[in-house]
């Protein structure tokens, strides 16, 4: 089965490294012009750089806006102005005591995890559905569901990007728009090799440590591996294929199996 | 992305028609060869038969067995010893008010729609571990999470399918095998007439064929970090964030 993205406009927010970099290389891949998105103008570059090294004759533009912010968003607005493929993929994260999470915080993990999502999604979806065709995917995580306790608020804001997508999925029902979440798991992300060397000792060899890893420190991860974030970006180019049209309104897994639970 | 199946060895029980087929259909155009099954040795060689109409140059094989039982399980071990991708599709349903439903109509549906998975699971399962590669996947629907009130028991059996799914990842894990459900919605039949139904957010049936390509993508090497899960092609029929 051949998935064939050219002609798609694609959006990654939050892509110049880690899994958002991937999924914007991966769409580039299967033929989609994508944009890269980032705070700051030289990472941006470096970004769509990097994509254009790994798929030479991609299309990708550079955006630098603060998503995080209405600002931000109507930068981007005013540069792109449709697309046919939106992910969301801008998130912050960082342990905290929940009883340490003031108002702000919270507020903070609310506009950038949520909202930020919501207005882009608010802005390109209609047009989508006027066209007759559109995929809007949210990355949120295992957190999603399993709240950890060292990042409630990070949790928090992942359950609701949940309901976001159903949410929005219902207002673009029956126009050939599809809107999922995509729950990712432990993912091989820059600063993950550091963290994994701080608890089981940096004298192994990566594949052993990571290993030791999964298996003291995220025993239930099914794959007993860090997922690639290229695996991610597979599943975001499944889902945006014309193949994937019957799935809408959902929280799809690339989670390695971390989610002991049946549903999802 | 391209996703090629070439070299990789199909079993989709009860795929003679409907959903069945369109997976088998679906496997070959990418390239697996194809165990077809069914009960009626007549019914399954049409089956392959339409496989190799749609797809010309697909490795297609017809095993009559009726994979309810036992016995007709042992028939299929014997001419298919092993598989790449096993798909649990066989499945039996039928409206009856639950309070008429007795020991034994439960017990047949325990048998045909669970018991027929777990028995092919545990035949096909160790060799793909073994051998460091492997896709299950059990055809589930909608009614594995909102139990319908005409078919309890079909429901009841598809909600057991995703533990079983479940458990028997939890047994390949770090293999290289992945297991999964996959939960199908209202999808076009024989004699279907147009969905018109408001939970549906595609607001239209599911073509049999949407579902053969999930299959194909959760078959291929670039799903190796989906193992565990029930995955949508409902349509957006369940009205619930989970799954």
């Not at chain 1, 993912?187 to 594949?207: I, Q, R, S």
């Not at chain 1, 049209?245 to 549903?263: E, H, K, N, P, Q």
């Not at chain 2, 995703?162 to 024989?190: E, H, I, Q």
């Amino acid at each position: 089965m051949d998935i064939d993205l050219t002609g798609r406009r694609a959006l990654v927010s939050g892509s110049s490294q880690g899994i958002g970099l991937a999924i914007a290389t991966e769409l580039a891949r299967s033929g989609a012009s994508v944009v890269v998105n980032g705070r700051g103008q030289e990472k941006t570059e470096q970004a769509a750089a990097e994509v254009r090294r790994e798929v030479p004759d991609a299309e990708v533009t550079a955006v630098a806006a603060d998503l995080a912010s209405g600002a931000g968003a109507d930068e981007l607005f005013a540069k792109v102005d449709e697309l046919d493929i939106l992910v969301n993929n801008l998130g912050i994260f960082g342990a905290k005591p929940v009883l340490e999470i003031d108002d702000d915080e919270w507020r903070r993990y609310f506009e950038v995890n949520v909202l930020s999502a919501v207005r882009l999604i608010r802005h390109y979806l209609p047009t989508m559905m006027e066209r007759g065709f559109g995929r809007v995917m949210n990355i949120a995580s295992d957190s999603a569901v399993v709240t950890p306790l060292e990042m409630v608020h990070y949790g928090v804001t992942k359950t609701a990007l949940l309901a976001v997508t159903r949410g929005f999925a219902k207002a673009a029902a029956g126009t050939g728009v599809t809107v999922n979440s995509v729950m990712a798991g432990p993912t091989h992300t820059p600063g993950v090799e550091e963290f994994v060397g701080e608890l089981v000792g940096d004298d192994m060899p990566w594949d052993e440590a990571q290993r030791q890893f999964m298996k003291e420190h995220r025993p239930y991860s099914l794959i007993q591996r860090l997922i690639e974030p290229p695996e991610i970006g597979n599943m975001v180019v499944y889902l945006s294929s014309t193949q994937a049209s019957a799935t809408t309104g959902g929280a799809i897994r690339v989670d390695g199996g971390y989610i002991d639970s049946i549903l999802p | 992305m391209n996703l090629d199946l070439t070299g990789r060895r199909a079993l989709v029980s009860g795929s003679t028609q409907g959903i069945g087929l369109a997976i088998a259909t679906e496997l070959a155009r990418s390239g697996a060869a194809v165990v077809v099954n069914g009960r009626s040795e007549e019914r399954t060689e049409h089956a392959a038969a339409a496989v190799r109409r749609e797809v010309p140059d697909a490795e297609v094989t017809a095993v009559a067995a009726d994979l309810a039982s036992e016995g007709g399980a042992g028939e299929l071990f014997k001419a298919t010893p092993e598989v790449d991708i096993l798909v649990n599709n066989l499945g039996i349903y039928g409206a009856k008010p639950v309070f008429e439903i007795d020991d034994d109509e439960w017990r047949r549906y325990f048998e045909v729609n669970v018991l027929s998975a777990v028995r092919l699971i545990r035949h096909y399962l160790p060799g793909m571990m073994e051998r460091g590669f492997g896709r299950v996947m059990s055809i589930a629907s909608e009614a594995a999470v909102a139990t319908p009130l005409h078919m309890v028991h079909l429901g009841v059996t598809k909600t057991a399918l995703l533990a079983v799914t479940r458990g028997f990842a939890k047994a390949a894990a770090g293999t290289g095998v992945t297991v999964n459900s996959v939960l199908a919605g209202p999808t076009r039949g024989p004699a279907s007439e147009e969905l018109d139904d408001p939970k549906s957010l595609t607001q239209r049936l599911i073509e049999p064929a949407e579902i053969g390509q999930m299959i194909v993508y959760l078959s291929s090497t670039q799903a190796a970090a989906t193992t565990g899960g029930a995955i949508r092609v409902d349509g957006g029929y369940i009205d619930s964030i989970l799954p």
